[in-house]
């Protein structure tokens, strides 16, 4: 059992940057993959970057590649999400996500375990 608490959202202007955070309690954090979603309203939720466990291996969406990073410091069981150059389509709910097994990254129907979000608003 896994439980996530994301925060580091807020509102900012377009161009500025924000880190998001994704805490994780549970044991073994470290032997899951874990990928950040966002959602607009009246939106699906669509898939921002991942990474596995194991192998490192990082994924992004286009939309954010070259602007957002993702990374995992294991002993403080937390993945971040560095977000520079903020557009303002980038507003949605952020939700971390988390699975043991996952083939497609992008997938939300792949992850076990979810945040509750955190709100990033781009706005000038």
């Known amino acids: 059992q896994v439980q996530l608490v994301e925060s580091g959202g807020g509102l900012v202007q377009p161009g500025d940057s924000l880190r998001l955070s994704c805490a994780a309690s549970g044991r073994a954090f470290s032997r899951y993959h874990v990928g950040w979603f966002r959602q607009a309203p009246g939106k699906e939720r669509d898939f921002v970057a991942g990474?596995?466990?194991?192998?490192?291996?990082?994924y992004y969406a286009d939309s954010v590649t070259g602007r957002f990073t993702i990374s995992r410091d294991n002993a403080k069981n937390t993945v971040y999400l560095q977000m520079n150059s903020l557009k303002p389509e980038d507003t949605a709910v952020y939700y971390c996500a988390a699975a043991t097994k996952v083939e497609a990254m992008a997938s939300p129907s792949e992850y076990d375990y979810w945040g509750q979000g955190t709100q990033v608003t781009v706005s000038s």
């Open positions: 990474i596995r466990w194991g192998s490192g291996s990082i």
